[in-house]
Every structure is written in structure tokens, then in C-alpha cells.
């Protein structure tokens, strides 16, 4: 099984082959990204939990993957949480956790899969970056959120190289359409020495 699909996930290069790459991996996905220590869902989750109390709120975790983000959601006392991924392989794999109440598949084309104002909390786990979803689904997801609305993702670090993603970031910021809460350097998949910075944003 093992680590051809990790140490070909940051080369895809279209939204296709990125789906057919995760359909293909989903099997084996948990198996393989534990061995390498995954610990970016943790350390969203955690983020999350600092800035919001109310643990009754739904949370719509975007590119949900095999659910691994939805249990470390729930381990931080989320009660309610909806995913969305385009992979309906992966879907399975986050059906059988029973971390979510609703699970969406959608399409990789589509420009606007989350309504809007539909949820106040959003979070995106390795989903934007190298290999994963491209910079603009950064500007529909913001464009979703309700103003005051919070969006906790990561960026690993072939994303924090991409000025493509991390300008993306600093638009919102630059002109006040949103502002930082935190930001945190550490480990993303320590086995292949791979760490990310996970964000907490408010949308102004």
C-alpha cells in the first residue's frame, strides 16, 4: 500500500487528477498518514475550540477527506458537524466514523458548493495547497461565511512556499475584509518531516 500515495499527493496538478489520486487512496489513507504522525486535525480542532464556546454550533468541516477532521472535532466536545469532499471514496471511509450528521459529496467544478451564511464556523484541514484544492476555494469559502464568521485551516509548508495561497491570505487580511485571531507553526506529518501553520480567521 503504502507511501506512493503520500509521496505523490503534492505533485497533482489538476482538480481530476487530485480526485482520481484520493478515490484511489482512501482505503489505505488513515493507515498511511498515522504511520507518518498526522497531527494537523488536532491541532484545528484545538484552534477552534479556543474562540468558540458554544460546542452546540454546527461546523462545516470542507474537504472532510475520510473523517479524521470530524473525530478531532468531536474529541473536542463538537457536537454537530457536517462535511463536504469531492472524493465519494473518502466519503465512505467518513460515513463509517459517525462523526458527522450530513455528509455532502461535491463537485470539483463547482464554484459555490456552500450556501450562504449556511454556517458560522468552517474549517479546512490540508485542504488548500500543493496537490489539494487551488487558491481560489480560499476566496469562495470567505465568500460563504457570515461576517463574523470563522475559518480555521492550515497551510503546510509546500502552501506557506506558493505566494499563490499565501497571498490569497494576506488579501483578506490586507484590507480588513478579515482579521487574524492566531496563527501556529508545528507538526503536520512528522514522519516525512512535513509541519503546517494553522490559522484562526474572522471574517470583518
Known sequence: ?????????????TPEATLDHYN???????AEIADNGYATPGRIA????????????????????????GLALRRQGFQTIDGMEPSGEMLEQAR??????????IEVTETQPIAKGAYRL??????LGTGAAPPAVFDMIMHALPQSGL?????????????????KLNEWLDCSAARLLSREHGDH????????????????
Not at 463509517?96 to 459529496?105: D, N, P, S, V
Open 24 to 30: 484511489q487512496w482512501a482505503a489505505s489513507y488513515d
Open 46 to 69: 484545538a484552534a477552534l475550540a479556543e474562540v468558540q464556546s458554544d460546542m452546540s454550533e454546527p461546523v462545516l468541516d470542507f474537504g472532510c477527506g475520510t473523517g479524521l477532521s
Open 189 to 204: 506529518l512528522p514522519g516525512i518531516d512535513l509541519k503546517s501553520t494553522v490559522y484562526v480567521i474572522e471574517k470583518s
Open 96 to 105: 463509517a466514523k459517525g462523526a458527522y450528521r450530513h455528509l455532502t459529496q
Open 151 to 167: 475559518f480555521v485551516f492550515s497551510y503546510n509548508d509546500h502552501a506557506l512556499e506558493d505566494p499563490a495561497y499565501t497571498g
Open 122 to 127: 468552517i474549517t479546512g484541514c490540508g485542504v
Open 1 to 13: 500500500m503504502s507511501d506512493k500515495f503520500l509521496d505523490k499527493a503534492y505533485g497533482l496538478e
